[in-house]
């Protein structure tokens, strides 16, 4: 080989897929320059400091994990001019003692024959009662009342069985909780006292043979989630960590080597939680952000690994010294994972700009931590290695014996001590234009699993390298002898893959969706359970526990207490009480009390500030201005401008009944309004707004809007990924192939999600991981979709890389594919495997959001892995081979056989 002395190799113009800008370089292929050596040197020279500043920030990130968990919250704002933002507005300036508040459940069942009427259950109300409003707790808390059956079956009877269901067997306890407003903080301690206390109370009251007593709320699941994230935590890292850790080393063949992972996992994580513990202080946070963080850094931390440990180790084999194998490590794999972590940061901080608080923060959490895990790589990795050389070297040898170094390699000058000899074959005056020596490259069918840059050394070297890895050349022509395999049978693999992705497209545009509670919580816990138990309970239902809030506003200057007003607020109650999950009997509000319906006289006469007194003459005194007074004193505003209703659904309000519900809802409320509305006389008595506030609606218009943001968002990222890929490959085909096959695996991925989530084809397994549940959860797809193309995006660079390499060095067109395929298949595959036992875990989760992440995680690395980066795209870039680099122009194929040969024994 020539050269000359005008080319800055790594510092100057170098391309990522490892080419060279026009005159520079040997015959294409790129090597360590001068200015990558000069910041070798700097890194060298700090290396001790490098390794204490991340341990230091390992350490303070880890101290704060604990206060970062305590500022999860999975509360979102609603969108800007959404009808979710407009009716929580007006149900707050009106009722704003009333809009802010949550609401938790006490369910008591019996079980067996009988009323659940009894004795016990009254002492026990009576003992909770008693016990939670004279508390400070409950005070701090806002606790706004204590509505139970007990409350008012002695004074107004038709109220207290809006507290009891139909068959008598089951009776609930309402508690408003942060009636005004109320701190987190304080709200969570009110929660874990109320659990302890009505456990207590239920044991000495209730024989639990006969009766159960159970708590559940809003606040109630949230700290159950909370909790079980910690836990989670720990179940998923307990059994991805060490499998990943197994997988890495058997590929590796060095325990000593698993230091570094595992550093980098500790270093990265706690540099990570640190950042998003001031996140956290900015914006709500989700509680399934840890565990996706954790995830991506044991997945990325051994991936990033896996190509620069292996490399390193490679060079060690080839006779090259410590420091120079760090050197061209940091060189070949350092660019692979540069651009995958780019890639990956970049689909991933677009969630940033859709405006929800849990994308925002999941989508955030995950790019800050594959940002860390990059720096982490190319500054702690190298520091390490360099900080105990010999320590590390050993790894050369199985499982830790000493590789020793020939005598030759052992002298040879200075640049030798820190090179190894190869530097000793350097032709003389080989330096760049600064003087500082070049590293000549070697022949470019002697590296293994990245761009080999040193020259190799004198045949007994050779040999022995050769005779070490006798079961790597074995691989490499077993995925050589595969991918001629895959091109033979080209158009076939191309028609299969393309049918079974034809076959899944529909049920992956086509999938229905939930949200709620039943996504972010526990399915396990006790709070959970009771929540599911009320929707098996007809007179009650899961709404009790987020009932809607029909809010009903008067026209300017207008007053509710009027015939006309009293109709039109009629006739939207009859609009959606005609549907299934909202029947009258489950309503409370200005005129509907349960199944029982205030007159039009009790409505606009008895309008009382308390029991037994009106504020107009009527029929003060009778049973039903007695009800009628207490329902005007919580459901009409102060200001007579406004009323109100509970609408606890009977279905799970976040679920796809619920959300046809609200769509169906709101149609038939904007119709009444329309139909009793008088355009000309805006103050006219019987006009009216109607509003749904509370409930799910929040959940299910942030839905909408993301959904419609979210397509922008596929077009921007895949537009990105094509943009980086054309300017990183000079090429316009293999990005567009690229993207291309990332749309395939997205629609393999996204309709097995639905099969299995939507349609239920694993329920025989009894496995929760992988149980239907109705639909898909609505944040996974968006949340995943930028992991997907990222680590999919991944592969196909360190591929590309590969291919391209290879098709530079004088190979012909399909022998480069089948080369770089041979090269790189063994790596791809052990880093898909590390990557899904990575994201296993989180099948295990208790959070079906965690769950269904995982399932999109895991099947996607797998499917990319395993069959796209192995079959499907040789497939593809042999179907016209000559294209794939267009418009590069590629030199005319001019390897030997003999020199193939040699590609596939080393």
């Known amino acids: ?422 530097l000793a074959v350097q032709a003389p005056g080989s330096t760049t234009d600064d003087g ?64 079974i992705t034809g076959s899944l497209l529909y049920p992956a545009v086509t999938y229905k969706t939930s949200g709620g509670v039943r996504c972010f919580c526990d399915v396990a816990s006790t709070p959970m359970k009771t929540y599911n138990a009320l929707e098996g309970i007809p007179s009650f239902g899961p709404g009790r526990v987020f009932p809607y809030a029909l809010v009903v506003e008067a026209g300017p200057n207008a007053n509710v207490h009027t015939p006309e007003f009293f109709k039109t607020v009629n006739a939207g109650v009859d609009a959606i009480a005609d549907l299934w999950a909202s029947p009258k009997e489950v309503m409370l509000g200005a005129t509907q009390v349960g199944s029982r319906a205030l007159s039009e006289t009790e409505f606009i006469n008895c309008t009382a500030a308390g029991q037994g007194t009106s ?40 679920g796809t009944d619920g959300v046809e519900w609200l769509q169906e809802a709101r149609k038939r409320l904007r119709a009444v309004e329309a139909a009793h509305w008088d355009p000309k006389n805006p103050s006219a008595p019987g006009n009216a707004r109607f509003y749904l506030a509370r409930s799910a609606g929040i959940d299910i218009d942030l839905q909408v809007d993301t959904d419609d943001k979210f397509l922008i968002s596929v077009g921007i990222i895949l537009g990105v990924v094509f943009f980086l890929m054309a300017i990183a490959f000079r090429s316009l085909m293999i990005p567009f192939r690229a993207v291309l096959t990332i749309g395939m695996t997205l629609a393999f991925v996204y309709g097995s999600a639905a099969l299995v989530y939507e349609w239920g084809i694993f329920d025989f397994m009894h496995f929760a991981g992988l149980s239907g549940t109705g639909g898909v959860c609505w944040l996974p797809p968006i949340i995943s979709f930028g992991l997907l193309v990222g680590l999919a995006g991944d592969y196909d660079v360190f591929l590309m890389t590969r291919v391209i390499e290879y098709r530079q060095s004088g190979l012909g067109d399909e022998e480069a594919i089948l080369s770089g395929l041979a090269k790189t298949g063994r790596v791809i595959t052990s880093a898909g495997l590390v990557m899904a036992v990575a994201f296993f875990g989180l099948l295990f989760s208790k959070e079906r959001l965690l769950v269904q992440i995982s399932f999109y995680l895991v099947v996607s690395v797998c499917l990319d892995a395993f069959v796209v980066r192995v079959f499907v795209v040789p497939a593809l870039l042999s179907l016209k081979a000559d294209m794939n680099w267009w418009p590069r122009k590629m030199p005319v194929p001019h390897a030997t056989t003999s020199g193939r040969e040699a590609l596939l024994n080393i």
């Open 436 to 499: 500082v020596p070049l590293i000549p490259p070697g022949n470019i069918a002697e590296d293994d699993d990245d761009d080999d840059l040193m020259a190799t050394g004198p045949d007994s070297d050779s040999q022995r390298y050769a005779a070490r890895n006798k079961d790597d050349a074995a691989r490499s022509r077993w995925w050589y002898s595969m991918g001629k395999s895959v091109i033979r049978w080209r158009w076939l693999v191309f028609f299969v893959s393309l049918g």
């Open 615 to 654: 504020l107009r003459p009527g029929i003060v005194g009778e049973p039903d201005c007695v009800l009628a007074a207490n329902v005007d004193a919580i459901f009409v505003s102060g200001t007579d401008r406004a009323v109100f209703y509970y609408v606890p659904l009977l279905t799970e309000p976040y």
């Open 1 to 422: 080989h020539t050269h000359t002395d005008t080319h800055r190799g790594c510092g100057g113009d170098m391309f990522v897929d490892g080419s060279m800008a026009p005159g520079g370089g040997i015959e294409g292929v790129a090597y360590p320059g001068a200015r990558l050596r000069k910041v070798f040197a700097l890194l060298q020279k700090a290396r001790f400091v490098i390794i204490i500043f991340w341990l230091a920030l390992a350490g303070v990130g880890c101290w704060k994990a604990i206060s970062f968990f305590d500022r999860l919250d999975n509360n979102s704002n609603p969108p800007k001019g959404s009808a979710s933002l407009a009716a929580d507005s007006v149900f707050y300036e009106y009722f704003g003692a009333l809009a802010g508040a949550d609401m938790d459940v006490v369910l008591i069942s019996r079980k067996g024959p009988g009323s659940v009427l009894g004795t016990d259950t009254e002492a026990f109300t009576h003992s909770l009662q008693e016990e939670l409003t004279t508390s400070p707790i409950s005070s701090d808390a806002g606790l706004g009342g204590f509505l139970s059956f007990y409350s008012y079956n002695a004074t107004v009877p038709a109220l207290a069985n809006y507290f009891l269901s139909d068959d008598r067997k089951h009776t609930i306890i309402q508690l408003p909780i942060c009636v005004g407003s109320c701190w987190d903080e304080v709200e969570n301690e009110f929660t874990t006292f109320a659990t302890d206390l009505v456990d207590k109370l239920a044991a000495q009251h209730f024989d639990e043979k006969t009766t159960t007593v159970r708590l559940t709320g809003d606040s109630v699941m949230w700290n159950s989630a909370t909790d079980s994230t910690e836990g989670d935590l720990l179940v998923t890292d307990s059994i991805s960590i060490p499998v990943a850790l197994l997988v890495l080393g058997f590929t590796l063949r060095s325990l000593r080597l698993l230091i570094i992972p595992i550093a980098s996992v500790i270093a990265s994580i706690g540099a990570a939680i640190l950042v998003m513990n001031a996140v956290a202080g900015k914006i709500n946070v989700a509680t399934a952000t840890p565990n996706l963080m954790m995830s991506c850094c044991v997945a990325l931390s051994i991936d990033y690994a896996l190509f620069i440990l292996s490399r390193y180790r490679e060079e060690l084999l080839k006779g090259k010294r410590p420091v120079a194998a760090v050197l061209v490590s940091l060189w070949s794999a350092g660019h692979t994972i540069a651009v995958s972590a780019t890639i990956l940061v970049v689909c991933l901080a677009s969630l940033w700009f859709i405006p929800v608080d849990l994308l925002k923060s999941l989508g955030l959490g995950a790019a800050v931590t594959v940002a860390f895990t990059l720096l982490v790589n190319l500054t702690l990795t190298p520091a390490l290695l360099l900080a105990f050389p010999t320590f590390f070297a050993r790894c050369a040898s199985p499982f830790g014996q000493w590789c020793k170094q020939s005598d030759a390699s052992a002298s040879g000058g200075p640049e030798s001590m820190l090179f190894g000899r190869h």
